[in-house]
């Protein structure tokens, strides 16, 4: 049965079976369940844990959704790069460098932690406030650089259409367009939404790791199916392939990265390649010292209004 279908798809369509032969393979899908995170928000963790510690250089992924006066109050990060994109609603951003903003729906935020940063993450608008975290790991010449942040409104993020498909490239490249990010560790971000009926073929760097992750709808990559909130981790190859055959709109994120291939050592929001620097770490944040200092005397203003 295997073989006749095979048959079938490369004598209608040799060059379809050509580009599904060729893309990377699905070598493992989980699905990512709510699990409760920060103070009393909700997020579905698809990288980063028990299942899936590590994806170099991807440490976490969440899926994140939040209604006052639950959030992320004032917290430390230190050796890697959180990207905060928004799906629904807004969430206001605060650090002790004095850095604030409101991320809202479709805006993104690119924070290289480097050396360390304390800010908080909380709803800035009525009802559910959703969005999706990654967490970058940075190779250790990178860990203790300046913090640095890039940020972009919705309608600055470049986009693309065709043949049913459209892309919001976040990083990286798609259908033609590029985005203005700046990667550290080098990394693709895209936001893909197919109409029914519709597939796209997305190369990726053959060296890097790659995922996806299905937000809405129904679809097959490389003859794999999957619905929403699965995570599908990808093998060897030159791109991915994704058809929607279903009735309804598909959305899914395609990430792929640069392998570090170093250790990691975490605890908690501190990534570094030993233990002693974990260590090291862990003393800094106590001790407001070294990239720290300013954490003496800061408190967010949304902590202050939600009681934290």
């Not at 109409?195 to 709808?217: D, M």
């Given at each position: ?81 959180t990207v905060t ?21 479709g805006d993104l ?130 791109a991915v392939y ?67």
């Amino acid at each position: 049965m295997h073989e006749f279908f095979i048959f079938k798809i490369s004598y209608r369509n040799p060059q379809k079976y050509i580009e599904i032969n060729m893309s990377r393979p699905v070598v493992r899908k989980f699905l990512a369940r709510p699990q409760h995170e920060g103070v009393g928000a909700t997020v579905r963790r698809s990288i980063g844990r028990f299942e899936l510690k590590y994806f170099d250089p991807f440490l976490v992924l969440d899926e994140f959704s939040v209604s006052a006066p639950a959030g992320f109050p004032d917290h430390p990060h230190r050796g890697f790069e959180t990207v905060t994109y928004m799906l629904q609603g807004a969430v206001r951003h605060e650090d002790f460098e004095g850095h604030k903003g409101t991320i809202e729906a479709g805006d993104l935020q690119w924070m290289t932690a480097g050396r360390g940063i304390v800010h908080s993450e909380m709803p800035a608008a009525e009802g559910t406030q959703k969005g999706l975290q990654l967490w970058i790991n940075l190779s250790s010449k990178h860990k203790m650089i300046e913090p640095r942040y890039q940020e972009m409104k919705s309608r600055e993020i470049a986009e693309a259409s065709r043949d049913g498909v459209q892309v919001r490239v976040i990083a990286g490249e798609a259908l033609g367009v590029k985005s203005e990010i700046y990667t550290t560790t080098p990394t693709m971000f895209l936001d893909f939404t197919l109409k029914p009926g519709a597939h796209i073929r997305q190369p990726i760097p053959t060296s890097w790791n790659a995922f996806v992750y299905v937000l809405e709808g129904e679809a097959t990559f490389s003859n794999s199916p999957v619905s929403a909130h699965h995570l599908l981790l990808l093998g060897e190859g030159h791109a991915v392939y994704a058809s929607n055959h279903s009735s309804k709109p598909l959305r899914f994120i395609l990430v792929g990265g640069q392998p570090l291939g170093e250790p990691v050592h975490q605890y908690g929001p501190f990534v570094m390649n030993t233990q002693q620097q974990i260590d090291q770490t862990i003393e800094d944040y106590e001790n407001c010292t070294n990239g720290f200092e300013k954490a003496r005397h800061w408190k967010s203003q949304s902590t202050q209004v939600f009681g934290y």
